[in-house]
């Protein structure tokens, strides 16, 4: 069965609703821990893989290292069933939760502290889920770690290099070309696309281990070189969705860069009744260095 990030979409659909009194720090949609401290020379961990997905290790309440996805596609970091059992992970007191587009809200645990190098995370709020069927083999990651959680800092995914780092600061300005302003309404971090003439804005996620993927208006309303090709489809929280491949007959622009891609995914794949959006995963993202400003919503690439 082929896949558009599910592990992003996984992790999407989920909405925290905190009492007045809580003391976590959460925003309209999006749980960040109650502090972050990071090192004044920022920190540089190893960039380890699973499918092109980026994963680092963590310790969780002094216990591991765990193997995590970083996720920019994800707005709530999860943490598989087990590992919760394992940590005996408790529910945060008066805090509610609920499935965004319905059905069962996922339980929600507080966790005390995460390192992430010299990088600690205090008071961090995880999502618990059964992972089995999406994190697989030897050595699987124990969970998904968002992206989200570093507000106030850069986090830097170095694919070339094959490193993660975290730095006080922000990303200044956007100039549509290698910088990006996503709006304050976008949980997600979105980039502007131009493909063949045609204008669009897609996720930019690094839990996908694919190229390109656009919703499937698209396979009528872009120049395509090939016939579309069914793949497979993929069950989310939205539902079941085809999945189609196809060559796109024109250039496909991210700002000033030209993207060469063989083909592109079409799907209409979505965590909850909003509309599919699509997304760029590792087969774009790894030719570049990636900066995230999730306070600012800003996005840098270099090449």
């Known amino acids: 069965m082929s896949q558009r990030s599910a592990l992003s979409i996984l992790a999407v659909a989920i909405g925290l609703s905190p009492p007045a009194n809580a ?16 090192p004044r020379d920022g920190v540089t961990v190893p960039m380890q893989d699973m499918g092109g997905r980026p994963v680092v290790e963590l310790k969780i309440n002094g216990k591991g290292p765990y193997r995590f996805v970083l996720d920019t596609g994800a707005v709530t970091t999860v943490v598989s069933e087990e ?9 945060p007191a008066g805090m509610q939760v609920a499935a965004v587009g319905g059905g069962t809200p996922p ?7 995460v390192r992430f190098g010299d990088a600690v995370l205090v008071d961090m709020i995880a999502a618990v889920m059964q992972l089995g069927g999406l994190l697989r083999g030897e050595n699987a990651p124990r969970g998904v770690l968002s992206a989200a959680n570093f507000p106030g800092y850069l986090l830097t995914f170095d694919y070339p290099g094959k490193r993660i780092s975290i730095k006080k600061g922000a990303i200044e300005s956007a100039d549509s070309r290698s910088t990006f302003q996503y709006k304050e309404d976008q949980v997600l971090p979105t980039i502007p696309l131009r493909i063949a003439g045609h204008d669009t804005e897609v996720h930019l996620d690094t ?8 919703p499937m208006k698209f396979l009528a309303e872009l120049p395509l070189a090939s016939q579309p090709k069914e793949t497979g489809t993929v069950r ?6 085809p999945v189609s491949i196809a060559r796109v007959n024109g250039t496909i622009e991210l700002g000033k860069y030209r993207l060469s891609l063989d083909d592109v995914r079409f799907s209409d794949a979505r ?3 909003a509309p599919a959006v699509g997304n760029i995963g590792y087969g774009v993202l790894r030719d570049f260095v990636v900066t995230l400003d999730s306070k600012n919503q800003r996005i840098r690439l270099d090449q």
């Open 83 to 91: 590992l919760s059992r394992e940590l005996s992970l408790t529910a």
């Open 207 to 214: 839990g996908s281990g694919f190229g390109l993927t656009l």
């Open 107 to 113: 339980a929600i645990v507080l966790i005390h502290d």
């Open 271 to 273: 965590p909850g009744p």
């Open 236 to 241: 989310t929280g939205g539902g079941e969705f």
């Open 23 to 38: 003391q976590i720090h959460v925003g309209p949609r999006v749980p960040v821990p109650s502090s972050i401290g990071v």
